[in-house]
């Protein structure tokens, strides 16, 4: 069964200060990786899409990380903000069916 | 950028009638739209696979004749939850796949639903 897993489960940290979230998944074949933000009582919004061949992609503060040899990604989040405050959520698609992880919940306090 | 309607954004119902929520695609074409279910902080759980033209996909333990799926343009797919009960409270949020771009994944921004 393809899996997403993602690690922390939630994490909270200072005004400022960086931090990165972890993505394992088991999908395959694997056709791309998408991070989103989801802010409470939001719908997820897109933070950046990767396909096998891409390494990292960057949206702002946001920098995702690919390595499909080991099945891992990551989202860095640099000088976080206090908006920045939501679940994270990573989805790895099989041809065109998605898969859900069940998202890092990050606080950010003043 | 692409946009996905979602109405209402929130409705409270009586147990036992039926509430009907839309996922709209504004600028964009979707043959496919997603419905999902989230429960206080945990991830979503996909609940069905609509289709333009054809039946719904339903996962497994999903009850089709309780959550009645009906996509009948290509930008426009509704989820009616027959006969609530107050277990079916929950945040409903749907997605849909641009005909154009099969990669991307938009999102409403969801209904909280709660029934009394």
Redesign the interface.
């Known amino acids: 069964k393809n899996q997403v897993e993602q690690s922390p489960q939630s994490l909270i940290i200072l005004e400022g200060k960086n931090c990165t979230l972890q993505c394992n998944y088991t999908v395959s074949p694997f ?2 990786l ?1 991070w ?1 933000k989801q802010d409470t ?6 933070l950046t ?1 990767m ?1 096998f061949s891409e390494n990292t992609k960057s949206n702002g503060r946001y920098t995702a990380t690919l390595d499909a040899d080991t099945k891992q990604s990551s989202l860095h989040i640099t000088a976080s903000q206090l908006s920045d405050s939501a ?1 994270y ?1 990573c ?1 790895v ?1 099989e041809f ?1 069916i ?1 898969t ?4 890092t ?1 990050l606080i950010v306090h003043p | 950028g692409a946009v ?1 309607s ?1 109405h209402p954004s929130w409705v409270i119902c009586k147990s036992g009638t039926s509430v009907k929520i839309e996922c709209r695609s504004l600028d964009f074409q979707a043959t ?1 739209m ?1 419905w999902y279910r989230q429960f206080p ?4 759980m ?1 609940m069905a696979t609509s289709n333009e033209g054809s039946k719904a996909t339903y996962e497994q333990g999903v009850e089709k004749d309780k959550f009645l799926i009906n996509h009948a343009s290509l930008t426009l797919s509704t989820l009616t939850v027959t006969s609530a009960h107050p277990e079916d409270s929950s ?1 409903y ?1 749907c ?1 849909a ?1 641009p005909d154009r771009d ?9 209904t ?1 639903l709660t029934v009394t």
């Open positions: 056709s791309n998408r989103y009582g939001r719908g997820p919004v897109s899409i396909t679940s959520i989805v698609t065109y998605p859900f992880g069940r998202g919940s | 996905v979602q496919t997603f902080k945990q991830s979503l996909l945040f949020i997605s796949r099969g990669r991307a994944l938009h999102f409403g921004n969801g909280r």
